[in-house]
C-alpha cells in the first residue's frame, strides 16, 4: 500500500483490543477473552479511525510502501483503547474542600446538603461565574482526565438549576468540545437537586415548560448539541413520577436517558429506566434484584462509580478524582472486579453507557484511532500501580493525533 496514513504504531509487546468483532457491550462471559495481540501494530488513516490492527510483521507486510506522519516504535510498551468516563459533572464555580472536613468528621452526604452545602453551594457560585471562567476551569479539569488516560468523557450541566445558567452551563461543555481534542458526550441534568424555594413540582413544571423548550429550539437551530438527559431520582430530590415525566420529555426530544438512579435508597429507578429504554443509570447502590433484571432485559447499562462508595461521588466538587486508572483499582479492590472487567468497564462498556459503543472503547478498523501508549510490558499496570500515572502513561492519542 504506497499511501499516506497519519500514525503507525509498531511492535508493541501488548496490543489489548477488547473484543474485535463489533461488540456493542461486552458481558461477564465474553470479558474473559480480551484479544490481547503479542507484539502487535495498530495503523490510523488520516480520517482518524483505525486502519488496521493485528501482528507486527502481517501490518509490515501491509503497509510496506506505505507513509506516516507519525511512527511510534512501542517496543517494550503496550496499547490499549483510551478510556472512557461515563459520569463526571465538570462544569462548577466554588471550592467545597471544606466539606471534605465535614465528613471526615462524621457528616453525611445528605447531611450537608441539607444544611444548604453540596449541590446547593455550587449552585450558588455557579450561577455567579461568567463563561470564561467556567470554560477555563472545565478546560483544565478535562486536560488532567485526558493525561490519566480518558479520550471519551460525559460532562453533565446540573450546577445551575434555572434556564440561564443550565444553558450557560450546556454552551461552556459545547465550547469545550469545539476547542479541545477530548471526545465529550453532554448531558442536561437541568433536574440535579430541587432548587432552594421551590417544591419538586414547581421544578419539575421548570423543566417541562421552560428549560426542555428552550432547548429544543437550541438544538434544532444547530446553536447547541445534547446527547443525554439525566435526573436524580432520590428521596428528598426527584421523585419517581417527576423522574418518569421529565426522561420521558428529554427521550421525545431524541436524548439518551441516562439518569442517577437508586443511589441513596431503592426507588425503583431501574425498572423505571428499563421501561422507558434508558441507555445507562448511575450509582444504583440500592437496586433491587427485579430493578437488575429488569435492566438486563432491556439491555440498559449500569454506571458503576466506585468513587462513590468511597466518599459518595464520581468526578464532581464532592469526589474529586480526575482519574480512571484510580477508580479502575477501586472498581477491583472495593467492588471485587477482575481487572479485564475494570478495563471492559472502563472502555467498552462505558462507551455503549453514552449510546458510542459503535465508534469508540475497542480497537477495531473504523472506529475512533483513541488509544494509550503504556510504558510497560503488561497492560495491568494501568491498574495495578495507584497514582503517578504520567510516568506510565507514555502517549494519549486521540483521532490519530498525540494529545
Ligand atoms: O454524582 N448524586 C448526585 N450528584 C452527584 C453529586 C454532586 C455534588 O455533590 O455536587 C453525584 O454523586
Ligand atoms: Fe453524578
Not at 474485535?20 to 488513516?45: A, D, P, R, Y
Not at 516504535?73 to 471550592?95: F, Q, S
Not at 472502563?346 to 510504558?375: F, M, P, R
Amino acid at each position: 500500500m504506497s499511501r499516506n496514513y497519519r500514525l503507525l504504531v509498531k511492535n508493541a509487546k501488548q496490543v489489548v483490543l477488547i473484543c474485535n468483532n463489533g461488540e456493542k457491550f461486552m458481558t461477564k462471559h465474553e470479558i474473559l477473552n480480551l484479544c490481547v495481540i503479542e507484539n502487535g501494530s495498530i495503523v490510523i488513516g488520516s480520517d482518524g479511525l483505525i486502519t488496521a490492527v493485528g501482528p507486527a510483521e502481517t501490518i509490515r507486510d501491509q503497509f510496506a510502501g506505505a507513509t506516516f506522519d507519525k511512527v511510534i516504535d512501542a517496543t517494550g510498551m503496550c496499547v490499549l483503547p483510551g478510556l472512557v468516563d461515563a459520569h463526571t459533572h465538570p462544569v462548577w464555580a466554588g471550592d467545597r474542600v471544606h466539606e471534605f472536613a465535614m465528613k471526615l468528621a462524621g457528616a453525611s452526604y445528605m447531611d450537608v446538603h441539607r444544611a444548604g452545602g453540596g449541590i446547593h453551594f455550587t449552585v450558588e457560585h455557579t450561577r455567579a461565574a461568567g463563561p470564561p471562567e467556567l470554560l477555563s476551569s472545565l478546560s483544565s479539569r478535562l486536560l488532567r482526565m485526558q493525561r490519566a488516560g480518558t479520550t471519551l468523557v460525559e460532562c453533565k450541566s446540573g450546577y445551575g438549576l434555572d434556564l440561564h445558567t443550565e444553558l450557560k452551563m450546556l454552551q461552556v461543555i459545547e465550547e469545550a468540545r469545539n476547542t479541545l481534542p477530548i471526545n465529550i458526550s453532554s448531558t442536561y441534568c437541568g433536574a440535579h437537586a430541587v432548587p432552594k424555594g421551590k417544591t419538586v413540582e414547581e421544578a419539575t413544571e421548570d423543566i417541562l415548560q421552560v428549560q426542555l423548550p428552550r432547548l429544543k429550539e437550541q438544538m434544532s437551530a444547530g446553536t447547541l448539541r445534547v446527547d443525554n438527559i439525566d435526573v436524580f431520582c432520590e428521596e428528598g430530590v426527584f421523585d419517581l413520577s417527576s423522574t418518569r415525566r421529565i426522561l420521558q420529555a428529554g427521550k421525545d426530544l431524541g436524548l439518551n436517558i441516562n439518569f442517577h438512579g437508586d443511589e441513596l435508597h431503592p426507588m425503583n429507578s431501574a425498572q423505571l429506566g428499563a421501561e422507558l429504554g434508558a441507555s445507562a443509570i448511575s450509582h444504583l447502590e440500592e437496586v433491587t434484584d427485579q430493578g437488575i433484571a429488569a435492566m438486563a432485559t432491556a439491555r440498559t447499562a449500569a454506571v458503576l462509580l466506585p468513587t462513590t462508595a468511597y466518599i459518595l461521588s464520581d468526578f464532581n466538587p464532592n469526589a474529586y478524582c480526575c482519574s480512571m486508572p484510580i477508580v479502575m483499582h477501586l472498581a477491583c479492590v472495593n467492588m471485587r472486579m477482575s481487572m479485564p472487567e475494570a478495563l471492559a468497564a472502563a472502555t467498552i462498556n462505558a462507551a455503549y453507557a453514552l449510546g458510542c459503543s459503535h465508534t469508540h472503547g475497542s480497537l477495531e478498523v473504523n472506529k475512533h484511532g483513541d488509544l494509550l501508549v503504556l510504558n510497560t510490558t503488561r497492560w495491568e499496570h494501568l491498574i495495578y500501580q495507584l497514582g503517578g500515572h504520567q510516568e506510565l502513561i507514555r502517549y494519549v492519542i486521540i483521532k490519530g493525533n498525540i494529545v
